[in-house]
């Protein structure tokens, strides 16, 4: 049986223009760039440049109609082009903020051409005296060479693959040969090792053999697990060596490069630039913030677009194609204008979100201390500024701050926070910056455990626990006491 029955919801849906303002918040200056770059391409209502002045004006009607699938209804009878063309010109220096300085344009870094890590390998095995067959082995050895400079493969695998894959049938012990006698002879040192052992003797091996080069070779050969763990007493009674020769041996084999590959000047990876999103100075006193000026872009309307719009007003008769040209128009000035928009309200948000943080770290930023921190979480921020805690997040997460310090990345200045003992809130990154401090200074023949380290830290007013102290160490790439024993 057939009913009707009436239902009442509340619904809360994002405009397109709300989904693209969060979507262009979210990006960092070079993806930004990268976005703005792609949305000229593809409106080209849009443009740039000094040489034009803007003739946009923020006048387009809201009173829109839609039919019942939600599209625009337009119709040319109904446009009116004095709302997109405006008699009033205005230099493009007088909309420009100026907050900005000249020297702030972007700087084209210039990358050095040269040779990659492996194509230096393979040529210096021209060097080599060598027949057919143990040079087409040597190549693919060198293409199994990782870019920290080891082959992590079994040397029986190799044989099968270059059965498989290069039609060579040989035997480990000649892939062996060829590895010691020419892979392993390549520059830079201790490349084409199966592990770090290895790579190690290797080195030392290349080495003028003194009496410490020679000890160090011993002992890597004989008590690396000893070695690497630290148990000097053990290399003492087993070695029957004073503590001045282990001291020399320590020293000599911590000279050596662990990663021969990644020390390659040539190794072909991507150099990585961080682009400030804002810059923080201190002028006399008082912090000054700024947003990096490749965020503040110069947008305006094509100026053939508005010749096309004087074009149609001027016009006596109208012809359909006149009209649907004229409809197209509109579509793209509209999505311009909501671009031009979304970006001011980025470059607000931006400047409102970072400058509430800026305050609230302010004794961070004129002093450079980390103890400094307050303890601040995203809706510290979003209550300030009566925003959601997204867009504060969506600020934070991938922007960077240039500061007298160093550039940092934005989302670093929040923590949690504990209780002292005194009552009082402070950041657990002030927590870890001690934690550090004392590790620093402790005396390296007795490193403190955990468990000292909780004792000494509530001794110092922070009383928390020795799990707590482990997990801020392992944040912090501290390793254990053991591990940071010396002699």
């Not at 040529?123 to 060198?142: G, H, M």
Request: with cysteine; hydrophobic share 35%.
């Amino acid at each position: 049986m057939l009913k009707q029955s009436l239902h009442q919801k509340l619904l809360q849906k994002l405009s397109p223009q709300q989904i693209q303002l969060m979507k262009l918040i979210q990006l960092p200056t070079q993806a930004f760039e990268e976005r703005l770059k792609q949305e000229i391409e593809e409106n080209p209502a849009l443009d740039t440049g000094k040489e034009e002045s803007d003739n946009f004006e923020d006048t387009l009607t809201n009173d829109t109609d839609y039919d019942d699938s939600g599209n625009e209804k337009i119709d040319a009878e109904d446009i009116n082009i004095d709302e997109y063309l405006s008699d009033d010109e205005y230099p493009s220096y007088k909309t420009q903020s100026n907050n900005y300085a000249a020297d702030d344009d972007d700087k084209q870094v210039p990358y050095a051409a040269g040779t990659t890590f492996h194509q230096s390998l393979l040529n210096q095995l021209n060097t080599f005296r060598i027949d057919e067959e143990e040079k087409a082995i040597a190549e693919f050895l060198v293409g199994s060479i990782d870019d920290s400079g080891y082959i992590r493969r079994e040397v029986i695998d190799l044989v099968d693959d270059l059965a498989f894959t290069q039609n060579i049938f040989t035997t480990e012990d000649k892939v062996e040969k060829v590895l010691k006698n020419v892979v392993q002879q390549l520059d830079p040192t201790g490349v084409g090792a199966r592990d770090l052992k290895e790579c190690l003797i290797i080195q030392l091996n290349a080495k003028n053999h003194k009496e410490t080069t020679e000890l160090a070779i011993t002992i890597l050969e004989n008590a690396f697990d000893h070695f690497v763990k630290k148990h000097y007493k053990r290399l003492l009674e087993k070695f029957d060596i004073s503590e001045d020769k282990l001291k020399d041996v320590i020293s000599e084999i911590s000279k050596l490069n662990p990663k021969p590959g990644s020390s390659y000047a040539g190794n072909n990876k991507i150099v990585e630039q961080i682009v400030p999103d804002f810059s923080i100075r201190i002028i006399e006193g008082e912090l000054e913030l700024t947003l990096n000026a490749r965020n503040a872009p110069e947008l305006h309307v094509s100026k053939e677009y508005n010749n096309m719009l004087k074009g149609y007003q001027d016009s006596k008769e109208k012809s359909k194609s006149q009209k649907d040209a004229v409809l197209f128009i509109k579509q793209k000035l509209d999505a311009a204008k909501w671009f031009i928009d979304a970006i001011k309200q980025r470059q607000q948000t931006l400047l409102i979100t970072m400058n509430a943080i800026m305050h609230h770290q302010k004794e961070y930023f004129l002093t450079g201390d980390e103890r400094k921190l307050k303890p601040m979480i995203l809706k510290d921020i979003a209550d300030e500024i009566n925003m959601d805690v997204s867009t504060v997040s969506r600020v934070a997460n991938s922007k960077y701050v240039s500061t007298p310090y160093g550039t940092k990345l934005i989302k670093e200045f929040f923590s949690e926070s504990m209780k002292n003992d005194q009552g009082e809130d402070v950041s657990t990154r002030e927590i870890k910056k001690i934690l550090e401090t004392v590790v620093s200074e402790e005396d390296k023949r007795k490193p403190l455990t955990d468990e000292k380290l909780s004792k000494i830290l509530k001794e110092k007013g922070y009383p928390i626990a020795r799990r707590t102290v482990a997990k801020y160490r392992e944040q912090l790439d501290i390793p254990v006491a053991r591990l940071r024993k010396e002699i």
